[in-house]
């Protein structure tokens, strides 16, 4: 079965291409922004100790940059999935190109994840998409990481995590985090792949999206062919930016419950459900009929409008993320 087809997203596709000003992050390696298939794609580099575009295509953080970026934002008809090419691609590298090519998800600093989650919600994104398995882990970094996505949370900025691919069964501090959605494999009939991790928090909160033959962009002119949690995660970043584009007035809160559609199930296995994505189309327009009923009954009631203060809104203001407090309170 077609990737696309078993988390039902083709739909949604041909609805939008996505709205530039919805940015996704990819916290990853660097791309080849040059690539003629990322066609009018708008990328933009965070700035960073490690630069956004590839100076040696041959190396595996640029080829795991590469082919991420393709499912995410290649022009469609390419032979990459390419879920929303019309939104602004955020790149900001967190694996250096002089790492030697392996088969397993690059890895990075809990330290290394923090700033650059900080410095992505601080660009400008809505969500971000992060597959990197942590290297070197201390109290002292994982405590720094933690705070990082508590500061993505009361912006409302959606992470979604791949859930690594070690084959165990357990969390990590990025997986269990509440506002983290973690992504699982599963192959092209929806059953979970043996290298995938699972777990409670993760079959809580988290999805399952394809992980199996995924084609996207390489890095020398020719298609490449990857697969595990990081290949699965940006389809649900994907989705996510696209329910966006669609619902830009909607709340983080809105997409991320329609996405996961916790109100459907309830959720008690270690592995999660396979990404729906009509399923949340359909929940997000159904909310979005509801408020707009709802708002022409309070107008011709004559009821006056209720404010919105920026602390119970989904929109906090800005807050710098290094030196001072992160503390400012969103409901």
Known sequence: MNPLDLVRLSALMERSQGRPEIAVALIDGPVITSHPDFGSTTIREIPGKLKGACTRAETMACTHGMLVAGILCARRGSVAPAICPGCTLLLRPIFAEGESGNRHMPSATPEEL???????????????????????PSLKGETKLDEALNYAARRRVIIVAAAGNQGTLGSSVITRHPWVIPVAACNLRGRPLGESNIGGSIGRQGLSAPGENITSLGTNGKPQTFGGTSAAAPFVTGTIALLWSEFPDASATRVKLAIARCGRQQRNALVPPLLDAEASYQEMASAHNGDKAHEQKRTSDGSPARACSPASSDSASRVPHRGGNRSGRCN
């Open 114 to 136: 923090a700033d650059a989650i900080a410095d992505s919600v601080d660009a400008g994104a809505r969500v971000i998409n992060l597959s990197s398995a942590l290297a070197q």
